[in-house]
């Protein structure tokens, strides 16, 4: 089955801790993204790519890093400079032009400890 | 920027009834927009989009969209709302980038909860 895998589905950060969440696409999109949602905020864009070995800032970049080393892999690392990082993280991929949507993955909750 | 606003946190509505979660939409030149739905701990779905042409769009699990230029809203619609509809509901307009990179901006959210 084509999709976008998100892993892990659950992940708890220590203080002071850089964590990776993972996000796999078998669809041969080009673009993906990374998202993050909390109550009453939607979503927000944090990181978008739409090529391999390029990527882009979006709105709240500040605290996270990621790299597209492969087409099907945009992994997103929080960094401890990310103040609040506790959230649920979405990664999403689509053709490149947005006449067809996203496919977003199952989601990642991050907790802080 | 584009943007989209969804002026309802929650809608309530008892099953059986007809649903309207509101959307309205600021954007430069022919908008493109979108509805997303998300359940508990899910990824968001895609449920319908308006490119061009009809002004109703049919969208998937018997939900449409109603684009309405003169109002600058995109009202997501359902004829007999279901108990399984409960969930969040996004609505999206596509934007560019100063690159020329098309990316979606979402609204806040709406979460719908029908009643038996």
């Known amino acids: 089955d084509g999709g976008i895998t998100q892993s892990p589905k659950y992940l708890f950060r220590k203080e002071g801790q850089n964590v990776t969440l993972s996000c796999e696409q078998n669809?041969?999109?080009?673009?993906m993204y990374w998202y993050r949602q909390d109550p009453g905020q939607g979503l927000r864009l944090i990181y978008y790519s739409q090529i391999v070995n390029d990527f882009q800032k979006g709105d709240i970049a500040e605290g996270y890093s990621v790299s597209r080393e492969k087409k099907e892999s945009f992994p997103l690392t929080v960094t401890s400079a990310q103040k609040n990082p506790t959230a649920f993280y979405l990664c999403?991929?689509?053709?490149?032009?947005?006449?067809?949507?996203?496919?977003f993955g199952s989601g990642t909750r991050l907790t802080v400890v | 920027a584009q943007s989209v606003a969804q002026p309802e946190d929650q809608v309530n509505v008892a099953e059986g009834n007809p649903l309207t979660v509101k959307c309205t939409y600021s954007?430069?030149?022919?908008?493109?927009l979108f509805w997303y739905v998300q359940y508990p701990n899910r990824g968001l779905q895609f449920l319908l989009k308006y490119i061009t042409g009809d002004n109703l769009v049919k969208g998937s699990y018997g939900f449409e969209a109603e684009f309405n230029k003169s109002q600058t809203s995109f009202h997501l619609k359902k004829p007999s709302a279901l108990v399984s509809d409960s969930a969040l509901y996004f609505c999206?307009?596509?934007?560019?980038?100063?690159?020329?990179?098309?990316?979606?901006?979402f609204g806040t959210g709406t979460r719908l909860l029908v009643s038996p």
């Open positions: 954007v430069s030149g022919n908008p493109y």
């Open positions: 999403a991929s689509s053709i490149l032009g947005t006449n067809y949507g996203y496919t």
């Open positions: 669809l041969n999109h080009d673009a």
């Open positions: 999206a307009v596509r934007d560019i980038t100063n690159t020329g990179f098309q990316k979606l901006v």
